[in-house]
């Protein structure tokens, strides 16, 4: 029988003017605009509808935004929200699936990604720090070569997103030797990417520590549905387990092609990405060719959906 997969995007993802269109849907969905501009001291919904673009970037504010839209639109569709029977995220948006699943509250979903986004960027400021993408080589290929350019400091792959897209993280010295690696070794194409710092990576040591001392007091239920975690890219349910993948997420690789490949195996068929933009969709056509895709994203695509799910 064939299933559906709810996914849910991450940093990166954000786009000024977001939200917009649903924000007045309810006062459930300016609730949650509320209660995240508290948690963070400014006003969210006027950032992710009005910009500008470089503050949106700041990752102590892109995290809650993207999450913010996801869970808002959740909020939209009601009784309408699509059947599903596994979610999972890529990075923060792994805190989406497990509201949607039941995990997490919304309001605790929020309030752990709002310190977790904060965490993150202060131990991008401790030292300089940087990602690439790699576009054309095998994941086995781009491992080797971090090791091979890690001689020049930190270097590690970050997020395996597709069999042939690689994001690696560290310090720039090392990328760029990484960088330069790949290239003679036959990449595509790399990039270098506008980011805040080496997500993914040792070098978020610090605030895994933090994060791990903030979720202890954060209750976590056993989800409607498996989530399947970056870390591991398999199906977890255990609070405790979910509590502690986490935490190792923000310093272990996220697992997105794995995650997709189990999918497959499980019989997923049906793609539902919720939130701003397409990327995991995108990638899922090339990776999963799935037999049916789509997104959730704006108020005409919820009334879209909710006419045909009638």
């Known amino acids: 029988m064939s299933k559906t997969a709810l996914f849910f995007p991450g940093q990166g993802s954000q786009y000024v003017g977001m939200g917009r269109d649903i924000y007045n ?57 699509p059947a599903f029977d596994y979610a999972a ?11 949607i699943s039941g995990a ?3 309001e605790n ?16 400021q401790k030292s300089p720090s940087t990602m690439a993408a790699i576009l054309g ?11 091979d350019a890690s001689s020049s400091g930190v270097v590690v792959p970050a997020n395996f997103n597709s069999g042939k897209q690689v994001v690696i993280s560290g310090e720039p010295a090392a990328v760029e030797k990484a960088v330069s690696l790949a290239r003679r070794g036959g990449a595509k194409r790399t990039v270098i990417l506008e980011v805040g710092g080496a997500f993914h990576s040792p070098l978020m040591e610090s605030a895994r520590a933090g994060l791990e001392e903030f979720l202890i007091n954060v209750p976590i239920n056993t989800p409607s549905r498996p989530v399947v975690a970056n870390v591991t890219a398999q199906p977890v349910v255990d609070p405790d387990e979910i509590r502690s993948l986490l935490v190792q ?9 794995q995650t997709m490949s189990r999918l497959v195996q499980d019989g997923v068929k049906t793609i539902i990405e919720i939130g701003p933009g397409k990327v995991l969709t995108t990638l899922a056509k090339r990776d999963m060719h799935p037999e049916k895709s789509l997104n959730l994203d704006t108020a005409a695509d919820i009334e879209a959906f909710e006419a045909v799910s009638v």
């Open 104 to 106: 997490l509250s919304f």
């Open 25 to 81: 849907a309810g006062p459930e969905v300016k609730d949650l605009y509320e209660l995240t501009s508290d948690e963070i001291g400014v006003d969210i919904a006027k950032l992710s509808f009005e910009g500008p673009p470089e503050e949106l970037k700041k990752t102590r504010f892109t995290q809650p935004a993207i999450l913010l839209h996801s869970l808002a639109i959740l909020t939209v569709l009601r009784e309408h929200i």
């Open 137 to 147: 080589l095998d994941a086995d290929k781009v491992k080797q070569i971090c090791v």
């Open 109 to 124: 979903a929020i309030k752990a990604v709002v310190k977790r986004a904060l965490l993150m960027e202060e131990a991008c």
């Open 249 to 257: 997420q923000l310093t272990a690789p996220v697992k997105w092609a």
């Open 89 to 99: 995220g890529h990075s923060l948006g792994e805190y989406g699936a497990l509201a």
